[in-house]
């Protein structure tokens, strides 16, 4: 868990470290589609034990190998991402819906749905003769 300030919901939604996103490392909600794309290129990003005491979200340590984006060519950071302002160019948040209302609200305005279909319709009675009449 590295904050629930990002995505805008801090009683019910945590943001949670991919793991599977390196080296494009990211944060997804929980409960939304909000990403948060951030030190892309660093060779290792680690969510630590500590927490900023502006907004509570996890410092985190990061280290990159080669062509460090950092200021000053720095190889590795340690603090707040969403607090620091030396590196707030390196944090991308994503929202994909502004809250739960509208997303509940452009649920509504689809279609409707095609129904159950018209069936199979009839079939031809086999064996060439109906039942009941006899020749």
């Not at 997804?28 to 500590?50: D, I, Q, R, W, Y």
């Amino acid at each position: 868990m590295v904050s629930a300030d990002a995505c805008g919901n801090a009683e019910v939604r945590v943001m949670v470290l991919d793991p599977q996103s390196h080296p494009k490392w990211r944060l997804t909600c929980n409960k939304c589609p909000s990403v948060v794309a951030m030190f892309e290129g660093a060779l290792k990003f680690k969510v630590t034990e500590s927490s900023c005491e502006d907004c509570d979200a996890r410092f985190v340590a990061v280290e990159y190998k080669d062509k460090s984006p950092l200021p000053e060519g720095k190889a590795t950071f340690k603090g707040c991402m969403f607090c620091d302002t030396t590196v707030k160019d390196l944090v991308n948040l994503h929202h994909a819906f502004r809250s739960e209302e509208d997303h509940q609200q452009q649920s509504f305005q689809r279609g409707r749905g095609r129904g159950r279909g018209r069936g199979r319709g009839r079939s031809a009675p086999r064996g060439g003769l109906s039942r009941g009449k006899s020749r």
